[in-house]
């Protein structure tokens, strides 16, 4: 399975989202982190190839750049046990990007 099949795949599996819900914005993020980590899990992607698409998705996937800086914004507010390395370390680069502090992972 190449990476544009990966991204496609993500994308359609990816949960629409009414622009005003915060908590259907993460949702967004954590349906697609999690599909990673599974990718990760199932020897398909190893942890820097995982974070490539994942940054390849949030530049192709307008839906999901809007999670991806929802969550960032709210990571130190939220509840982080059902998040995955993968998507700690990409939500906290946003917030290093936005000039917000770091979370500790």
Same mark, same amino acid.
């Given at each position: 399975? $190449?990476?544009?099949?990966?991204?496609?795949?993500?994308?359609?599996?990816?949960?629409?989202?009414?622009?005003?819900?915060?908590?259907?914005?993460?949702?967004?993020?954590? %349906?697609?982190?999690?599909?990673?980590?599974?990718?990760?899990?199932?020897?398909?992607?190893?942890?820097?190839?995982?974070?490539?698409?994942?940054?390849?998705?949030?530049?192709?996937? $307008?839906?999901?750049?809007?999670?991806?800086?929802?969550?960032? %914004?709210?990571?130190?507010?939220?509840?982080?046990?059902?998040?995955?390395?993968?998507?700690?370390?990409?939500?906290?680069?946003?917030?290093?990007?936005?000039?917000?502090?770091?979370?500790?992972?």
């Amino acid at each position: 399975m $190449t990476h544009e099949d990966i991204l496609q795949k993500l994308s359609d599996s990816l949960p629409g989202f009414e622009a005003s819900n915060q908590a259907n914005r993460i949702k967004v993020f954590e %349906v697609a982190q999690a599909h990673i980590q599974h990718l990760i899990e199932d020897q398909l992607l190893n942890e820097d190839q995982a974070f490539f698409l994942i940054s390849v998705l949030f530049n192709h996937n $307008t839906d999901f750049k809007k999670s991806a800086l929802m969550m960032a %914004v709210c990571l130190d507010q939220i509840e982080k046990d059902h998040l995955h390395p993968v998507g700690l370390r990409f939500a906290n680069d946003i917030r290093g990007d936005l000039g917000l502090e770091l979370v500790a992972i």
